[in-house]
């Protein structure tokens, strides 16, 4: 699936978010849900500590 800018991003769903840091683009490897004034965490509900740059749908993870 495309990434697509944050700022066009949905409320209240559950997401895959894209950082870039010094390092390079990295995606977090938990969902998360967009809410007025920032992001948290989709299961904790503890707001992030870093600016997401791009969103995509959130796959689960297959289990092993």
Excluded: N, Y
Excluded at 32 to 52: S, Y
């Amino acid at each position: 699936m495309t990434w697509m800018p944050v700022s066009s991003a949905p409320f209240e769903r559950d997401l895959e978010l894209a950082v870039i840091d010094h390092s390079g683009t990295h995606a977090l490897v938990f969902p998360c849900h967009r809410i007025r004034g920032g992001w948290i965490e989709a299961q904790t509900k503890r707001k992030l500590e870093v600016e997401p740059t791009h969103w995509r749908e959130w796959k689960e993870m297959p289990r092993l």
